[in-house]
T-cell receptor
């Protein structure tokens, strides 16, 4: 079946603009995760959804970041008033359920803020 | 929160030799330890994982060991091949992620010399 997909694959934006990143998880996966990977670094956890609910948003880097998930499927990560330090690859992952453990990653969105 | 340290950052081995990557974690409540392989420009992919009720797990040329007392776990790759060249990430979590997601190490760039 289809894996996790993300769009766009690349996004170049100007400082101060808003961007919206999209994640389509594997069908039937109830758990969804967003991570950020800066150049040459590991993955930094941002937020987790169980169904449409995000129980803890404290991993988001600042209040310019927000995320939502509707219908238990597609999720969007929005970054308002982008800054150069937001430049990174944003990865989405999904798992069948929280306790199923294996997280399947999407290809990521490479965000460049000029 | 959880903190994962990974060593070495770069590892170069001759083709056919073994490679060992080591990680330590800080939260004794962590009970799930996956290893991901990420090739250049690709998404991370799970290669092996271990839970805290198991000390060792093998899958062909790959093995992972876990020492709960010392809070460290290691990835062992035997008979290395050119296609093993990639960045490897260890991670730790409680029950697969949930609201805390996976906490990743900073990665090890494994280079297989022909």
């Amino acid at each position: 079946g289809a894996g996790v997909s993300q769009s766009p694959s690349n996004k170049v934006t100007e400082k101060g603009k808003d961007v919206e990143l999209r994640c389509d998880p594997i069908s039937g996966h109830t758990a969804l995760y967003w991570y950020r990977q800066s150049l040459g670094q590991g993955l930094e956890f941002l937020i987790y959804f169980q169904g449409n609910s995000a129980p803890d948003k404290s991993g988001l880097p600042s209040d310019r970041f927000s995320a939502e998930r509707t219908g238990g499927s597609v999720s969007t990560l929005t970054i308002q008033r982008t800054q150069q330090e937001d430049s990174a690859v944003y990865l989405c992952a999904s798992s069948l359920q929280r306790a199923a453990n294996e997280q399947f990653f999407g290809p990521g969105t490479r965000l460049t803020v000029l | 929160g959880e903190n994962v340290e990974q060593h070495p950052s770069t590892l170069s081995v001759q083709e056919g030799d073994s490679a060992v990557i080591k990680c330590t974690y800080s939260d004794s409540a962590s009970n799930y330890f996956p290893w991901y392989k990420q090739e250049l420009g690709k998404r991370p992919q799970l290669i092996i994982d271990i839970r805290s009720n198991v000390g060792e797990k093998k899958d062909q040329r790959i093995a992972v060991t876990l020492n709960k007392t010392a809070k460290h776990f290691s990835l062992h790759i035997t008979e290395t091949q050119p296609e093993d060249s990639a960045v490897y990430f260890c991670a730790a979590s409680i029950s697969g992620g949930g609201a805390d997601g996976l906490t990743f190490g900073k990665g090890t760039h494994l280079i297989i010399q022909p």
